[in-house]
């Protein structure tokens, strides 16, 4: 039931752009994204929930395809900091839970 | 806010033992969960629960039990650790309702020899 993520490593210069995506199987009622740095926990970034909505944060922003049951993260003018791995997790409806499973990540390098 | 916090740091164990993972937050989320980190594996769901009194399976429960009977605790326990339960271990926690993000704790890094 893990989302099943693409590609497993992207390598970008400073200021290139990038996208992540993320799919499901199964119907899904919210899409989460994180990124995690080496050696520490992860961070949220966006949450997206069923109805298509695209959500920004800075220069990054995510779509979320729900016919398709895919989303997909964008990066932009990628930044040092963007280094890191980044995980999609994906919520179905089961009952009164919902539990949230991960895709096996994406790890991105930005390089100066 | 102290957040999602964690003990040990790190742990190493020898086959057969047990141990208990800490986990607490001070947020007041209902939703509690553990996770475990392999490498190229990402984030493993191991038990959930939505409240005190209630918890659930994920997706890789054998080998750990988990009990909660607070709202701010939600510890893990591994009954007879073997050197497949090496892994560095998540908890995180977050409000049920729709749209709330979740919080990680720092993890607990765990070798079983």
């Known amino acids: 039931q893990q989302p099943v993520q693409s590609p497993q490593a992207v390598i970008l210069r400073e200021g290139e752009d990038a996208v992540i995506n993320c799919s499901s199987s199964?119907?899904?009622?919210?899409v989460h994204w994180y990124r995690q740095k080496h050696g520490e926990a992860p961070v949220f970034l966006m949450i997206?929930?069923?109805?298509?909505e695209q959500k920004g944060h800075e220069k990054i922003s995510a779509s979320f395809n729900e016919k398709k049951q895919q989303s997909s993260l964008y990066l932009t003018a990628s930044q040092l900091s963007y280094s890191g791995t980044y995980f999609c997790g994906t919520e179905i409806e089961a009952g009164s839970a919902r539990q949230l499973t991960f895709g096996s990540g994406t790890q991105l390098t930005v390089l100066p | 806010n102290a957040g999602v916090t964690q003990t040990p740091k790190f742990q190493v164990l020898k086959t057969g033992q047990s141990m208990t993972l800490q986990c607490a937050q001070d947020m007041n989320h209902e939703y509690m969960s553990w996770y475990r980190q392999d490498p190229g594996m990402g984030l493993r769901l191991i038990h959930y629960s939505v409240g005190a009194g209630i918890t659930d399976q994920g997706e890789v429960p054998n080998g750990y039990n988990v009990s909660r009977s607070t709202t701010e605790d939600f510890p893990l326990r591994l009954l007879s650790a073997a050197p497949s339960q090496t892994s560095v271990y998540f908890c995180a926690s977050r409000l049920l309702r729709t749209g709330n993000e979740q919080f990680f704790g720092p993890g607990t890094r765990l070798t079983v020899l």
């Open positions: 199964k119907a899904l009622y919210s």
């Open positions: 997206l929930l069923k109805g298509g």
